[in-house]
């Protein structure tokens, strides 16, 4: 079975503009969470998608959004980039609906704001 | 609140001695408790898990006991090797909130031939 992928796994961008990373889970998969994780913060979870509703969300601006899509694929979209979202940002998929079923992560998308 | 406290790193052993990592908890009722591993440049692997008090969790030669009196989950290893050097996550489902985990700061592990 295919793990979760990401796509991109590495971005550099400039402060100001916006990016939109992509996370496809293990088939059979219908929650996907969105982390990012710094040095300074650690892991912080930033929202979760089940069935294509956003069923949980992080304490971050509205910058942040995301969504998911019927095959259970999500996208997250960062606008207005700030030098401290660079960051590694990473995405977990699970079969079912709460957080006690195993999530499976992703290698990561590695975003570099300049 | 809920939290998820974790010894601070790095942690520098010579092979084959053994580790222990200490994880602590606030939570809500009594949840699940994972222990997820990080190796360099990758994203996160489960790699140990307990759903009840008094749970063991095993694998790769690393257990964690679910400690629901001391609120604790650590992570021990008899006997550490090279190929587990790591960073170490202690996390905590939230009950009731989908698919969120409320994470540990890690710990970084190094092991030295």
């Known amino acids: 079975k295919a793990g979760v992928t990401q796509t991109p796994r590495y971005l550099i961008k400039t402060r100001g503009q916006q990016v939109t990373l992509s996370c496809s889970p293990i088939?059979?998969?219908?929650?996907v969470s969105w982390y990012q994780q710094t040095p300074g913060q650690g892991l912080q979870f930033l929202f979760e998608?089940?069935?294509?509703?956003?069923?949980n969300k992080g304490n971050f601006p509205g910058r942040f959004s995301g969504r998911q899509f019927s095959n259970s694929r999500s996208e997250m979209n960062v606008s207005t980039l700030e030098l401290g979202d660079s960051a590694l940002y990473l995405c977990?998929?699970?079969?079912?609906?709460?957080?006690?079923?195993?999530?499976?992560f992703g290698p990561g998308t590695r975003l570099t704001v300049t | 609140g809920n939290s998820v406290t974790q010894m601070e790193g790095p942690v520098t052993l010579s092979e084959e001695a053994f580790l222990t990592i200490n994880c602590t908890y606030t939570?809500?009722?009594?949840?699940?408790l994972f222990w997820y591993v990080q190796y360099p440049g990758e994203g996160l692997q489960l790699l140990l898990k307990?759903?009840?008090?008094?749970d063991k969790g095993s694998n790769k030669g690393f257990e964690a006991t679910y400690r629901k009196e001391t609120t604790s989950f650590h992570l021990e290893k008899g006997s550490v090797q090279v190929s587990d050097s790591a960073v170490y996550f202690c996390a905590l489902p939230l009950y009731n909130q989908g698919g969120k985990l409320i994470f540990g700061q890690g710990t970084e592990l190094s092991v030295k031939p």
């Open positions: 088939s059979g998969h219908r929650s």
């Open positions: 939570a809500t009722g009594y949840p699940s």
């Open positions: 998608y089940f069935s294509e509703t956003q069923r």
């Open positions: 977990a998929s699970s079969w079912g609906g709460q957080a006690t079923y195993e999530q499976y």
């Open positions: 307990a759903t009840k008090a008094d």
